[in-house]
């Protein structure tokens, strides 16, 4: 999906009304309770708070130049990895073996048996549509945020196929834009 | 509303800029191999004999033997091994006078979530971040190391954990007996078992 974002994808940027900065605030501490008491840290009520729209109906929440969640269209809002870095435990996590690890950092989507096979693990809780954190077999951090095509207990049954969209990779284009000009 | 959470820093290479454990699967890990030696090489361990080898080779001359070059490299590790330094220390003695401990506390933060702290499995040579991963993996459950209130690293994970997280300690890691581990309970240390 960002790919090979870049700057230049992002049609309009815009500093939202109060009322939207609020219900942003709102949807993002539902998604992310573990997060709520950091939010006034992140997303200030003080200052201006961008939504940069891009392509393929994709939102950008930036705040002070730094993107810091994105969704697609009125989708859940999910974290860009920079920021899943500093709070690891707010999203609920999968892992995929080492053998997968090269493919979704070329931008793949996850498929099951990289998910089933014993380096990797699944998280039984996480149902289809949701927002998860892709880990790696032996390594401490996120390597993607990924979203649910189907139920983990599914994944885990018919083990063929995608089971999980690559959203946000390390190195992609949302990864390089650590600031917006 | 859940208490704040510790924003973890990420040691991040500076030259493909994924994070260091991530380097060699990068764009071009032979030219993250300098920086990574100098500032993450116990994430690489073979990047590091690999290197000592061509350095021996280079000055034709041993420097395992060496003392101070043993330790400055182990100081400037930010990642070093644990293990290794606790198998140099003969006979199990450890730097410190007193017995290492470990301390778990459970804190309840508003009234139904509930985090518990381990504290010193540092002291048995056990890394904190590869334990971390460990605890999130076994309690299914947010796991991550931080900075404690008295600057010493320590591993939260969410969750009343109290009566399982022993037996998975001492499972573990062998080296840890149970009777190091113990609990604050009411503000008092108890032993965990017995
Ligand atoms: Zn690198």
Redo the contacts with the bound molecule.
């Keep these: 999906m960002f790919r090979k974002f870049t700057q230049e994808e992002i049609s309009s940027q815009n500093q939202v009304k109060a009322s939207v900065q609020r219900k942003i605030r709102q949807s993002i501490a539902e998604e992310y309770p573990d997060l709520e008491a950091n939010l006034e840290d992140l997303i200030p009520k003080k200052v201006p708070l961008i939504v940069a729209k891009c392509q393929n109906h994709i939102n950008l929440v930036v705040v002070n130049n730094v993107p810091l969640f994105f969704n697609i269209r009125d989708g859940p809002y999910m974290p860009t990895l920079r920021l899943l870095h500093q709070y690891p435990s707010i999203m609920k996590k999968f892992q995929v073996d080492r053998g997968a690890i090269k493919f979704v950092l070329a931008g793949a989507n996850i498929m099951c048996p990289g998910l089933t096979s014993p380096g990797g693990s699944l998280d039984d809780e996480v149902l289809a549509e949701a927002p998860v954190a892709i880990m790696a077999e032996g390594k401490e951090h996120a390597l993607a945020i990924g979203f649910t095509k189907m139920p983990a207990k599914d994944i885990r049954s018919i083990n063929k196929g995608i089971g999980v969209d690559n959203m946000h990779y390390l190195n992609d284009g949302l990864w390089k834009t650590v600031h917006l000009d | 509303m859940a208490e704040k959470l510790q924003p973890l820093k990420v040691l991040y290479?500076?030259?493909?800029?994924?994070p260091?454990e991530?380097?060699e699967f990068?764009p071009d890990?032979e030219?993250?191999k300098p920086?990574?030696l100098k500032n993450a090489p116990g994430l690489y361990p073979d990047l590091v004999s690999e290197a000592e080898k061509a350095a021996e080779q280079l000055q034709g001359v041993n420097i395992s033997g060496e003392k101070g070059d043993t330790s400055k490299r182990q100081g400037s590790a930010a990642n070093f091994q644990p293990d290794e330094e606790v198998k140099k220390l003969p006979g199990g003695k450890v730097k410190k006078k007193e017995k290492p401990e470990i301390i778990i506390e459970k804190v309840i933060r508003n009234k139904r979530k509930c985090v518990t702290m381990i504290k010193g499995l540092d002291l048995f040579g056990i890394k904190l971040s590869e334990a971390s991963k460990k605890f999130g993996k076994k309690f299914a459950s947010g796991a991550s190391v931080v900075k404690g209130p008295t600057e010493k690293e320590q591993i939260d994970v969410q969750g009343d954990l109290m009566l399982d997280i022993v037996d998975f300690i001492t499972e573990t890691w062998e080296n840890v007996p149970e009777s190091a581990i113990f609990f604050i309970e009411d503000g008092r240390k108890v032993p965990a078992v017995g």
Excluded: I
């Design positions: 290479c500076s030259v493909c800029s994924l260091a991530y380097c990068g890990f030219k993250c920086w990574l």
